[in-house]
């Protein structure tokens, strides 16, 4: 199984950009899928990114396109989610996840991370 834990949240002036970060523990975790997800007060969650454990296939929201990126380092076991020129509407907590399989829905993967809180000010 794969533990992820996330860090990098807090608060951010409209404009800025902050780096999310996941750590993940487990044998499986070279050869997962990669996701990021995100869900405001009031809505459900959706999808923001996705990055196959290949490196061969990402996938972004259309309106994140070109602003944020996800990358990932093997060496520290470690997936990130660079954000650049936030919005309010980015207000949200963010939550990575791992699977087996590639997809860009919330029941393709099998392991999450705790969420972290990112908040972005107008």
């Known amino acids: 199984q794969v533990q992820l834990v996330e860090s990098g949240g807090g608060l951010v002036q409209a404009g800025g950009s902050l780096r999310l970060s996941c750590a993940a523990s487990?044998?499986?975790?070279?050869?997962?899928?990669m996701g990021w997800f995100r869900q405001a007060p009031g809505k459900e969650r959706e999808f923001v990114a996705a990055?196959?454990?290949?490196?061969?296939?990402?996938d972004y929201a259309d309106s994140l396109k070109g602003r944020f990126i996800i990358y990932r380092d093997n060496a520290k076991n470690t997936v990130y989610l660079r954000m650049n020129s936030l919005r309010p509407e980015g207000t949200a907590v963010y939550y990575c996840?791992?699977?087996?399989?590639?997809?860009?829905?919330?029941?393709?993967?099998?392991?999450w991370g705790q969420g972290s809180q990112v908040t972005v000010s107008s």
């Open positions: 990055r196959h454990w290949s490196g061969s296939i990402t």
């Open positions: 487990g044998r499986s975790f070279r050869q997962n899928t």
């Open positions: 996840a791992a699977g087996t399989a590639w997809g860009t829905n919330g029941y393709d993967y099998d392991y």
